[in-house]
C-alpha cells in the first residue's frame, strides 16, 4: 500500500507540474490563441483534479490530503459503486465515475448474498420514492399519462396481489423514425407479473416484481433495475442497459440488445437459467452460478466482467466510467 501511495503522490504532484509549465508558456502567445489555450488548460486541470481525488481515494489517502484535489461524494446506482467530485473553485463543475470490481473466482453463497443486497437496494429504493401510489389488483395502462411524459414527475407505484400491464402502443411501428415517446422515470412494485410492451423510451426504468417481468416490442431505456422472482424474460427490439437479477431465470431474446454496461445474475441452488437467443446482443456480465448458460451461434456475449463485478462482492474497486455532469 506504500507503494502505492507513493506511486500516486508523485503523479498528483506531476499533474501540478504539468499544470505550472502550460500557464508559463500560455503567456507567450498571441490573443486569441492564449484564450483558446487558457480554455483548454482550464478544462485539462479541472478534469485532472476529479481524476487526482478518485486516484487519491482509491489508494486510500485521506480526505483532504491533497489540498487542490476536491473531495468525492459516493453512492451507488443500482449494482455499481458512484463517485462525484465538485471543484471547490467553481460548483458548476461536476464529474461523475462509475466503479466496478475487478474479477475473481467467487462461490455459490456470495453471489446469493450480492443478489440479496442487490434485490434488497432496489426495492428500497422504489419504496422510498416521495411518489409513490399504491393499488391492488390487476392495474393496466393502455396510454401514457401526460405526467409521466417528458421532465414530469417520476411515477412510482406499488401494486398489490395483482398484475401490471403497460401496453404503449405503436406494437407495429418498430423501425420507424417516428420518435419514442420519452418517460423520464417509472418504478413500480409489484405482487404479480409485470409486462411493458410498445413503442417507448424510458430514462431510468426500475421494476421490482415476486412473478415474471417480460419486456417486448419496440422499448428502449438509459438505465434499468429490474427484478423478477420467478423470470426476467426481454424479446425484440429492445434495447437496455442496466441489471436484471432473477431466482431462476433470464432469457434474452429475439434481436434484444442489452448495452454495457449491464449485468444479469440469475441465481439460485437449483433450476436457475440464463439464456441467450435469436440474435441477441449482451455487453457486460451474464451469470448463473450453480446453474445452466445457454446461447445459440447467433448471438453476441461481449463479456466485460473484469471490470464490472458488482460493489456487494469483496473486490478492487475499478473504475470504467466517467463524465461530465
Known amino acids: 500500500m506504500k507503494s502505492g501511495r507513493g506511486s500516486v503522490l508523485l503523479l498528483v504532484l506531476g499533474v501540478l507540474l504539468v499544470l505550472s509549465i502550460l500557464v508559463t508558456a500560455m503567456l507567450r502567445l498571441p490573443g486569441s490563441l492564449r484564450h483558446t489555450v487558457s480554455l483548454v488548460a482550464r478544462e485539462t ?6 481524476e487526482s ?8 489517502f485521506p480526505e ?3 489540498a487542490e484535489v476536491p473531495s468525492v461524494e459516493t453512492g451507488v446506482l443500482g449494482p455499481w459503486t458512484l463517485w462525484r467530485t465538485e471543484l471547490r473553485t467553481d460548483g458548476q463543475n461536476r464529474f461523475q465515475f462509475l466503479l466496478g470490481g475487478e474479477f475473481g473466482r467467487f462461490s455459490t453463497s456470495e453471489w446469493m448474498r450480492c443478489a440479496v443486497a442487490l434485490e434488497q437496494n432496489l426495492r428500497e429504493r422504489i419504496l422510498q420514492s416521495d411518489f409513490l401510489k399504491l393499488y391492488s389488483g390487476n392495474r393496466r395502462f393502455f396510454s401514457l399519462d401526460s405526467s409521466m411524459m417528458g421532465q414530469g414527475v417520476p411515477t412510482a407505484l406499488i401494486v398489490s396481489a395483482g398484475d401490471l400491464t403497460l401496453d404503449l402502443g405503436g406494437n407495429n411501428v418498430s423501425g420507424s423514425n417516428l420518435k419514442r415517446p420519452l ?3 417509472f418504478m413500480a412494485n409489484v405482487e404479480g407479473d409485470v409486462k411493458i410492451r410498445g413503442r417507448v423510451h424510458f430514462d431510468t426504468l426500475r421494476i421490482y416484481a415476486t412473478g415474471t417481468v417480460t419486456i417486448q416490442g419496440d422499448v428502449t431505456a438509459n438505465f434499468v433495475e429490474i427484478f423478477g422472482f420467478v423470470g426476467v424474460f426481454v424479446s425484440g427490439e429492445v434495447s437496455l442497459a442496466g441489471v436484471l437479477l432473477s431466482k431462476q431465470n433470464i432469457e434474452i431474446s429475439n434481436r434484444a440488445k442489452l448495452n454495457f454496461p449491464s449485468i444479469a445474475v440469475a441465481v439460485g441452488y437449483r433450476g436457475n437459467r440464463f439464456a441467450l437467443y435469436g440474435k441477441s446482443v449482451f455487453e457486460g456480465l451474464a451469470i448463473a452460478p450453480s446453474g445452466a448458460f445457454e446461447r445459440d451461434s447467433s448471438t453476441t456475449l461481449l463479456d466485460s466482467s473484469k471490470a464490472l463485478l458488482p460493489f456487494c462482492m469483496d473486490s478492487r474497486p475499478i473504475v470504467f466510467a466517467r463524465r461530465r455532469l
Open 45 to 50: 486541470q479541472k478534469m485532472y483534479l476529479a
Open 53 to 60: 481525488a478518485v486516484l487519491s481515494k482509491l489508494n486510500g
Open 64 to 66: 483532504g490530503y491533497f
Open 183 to 185: 418517460v423520464r422515470s
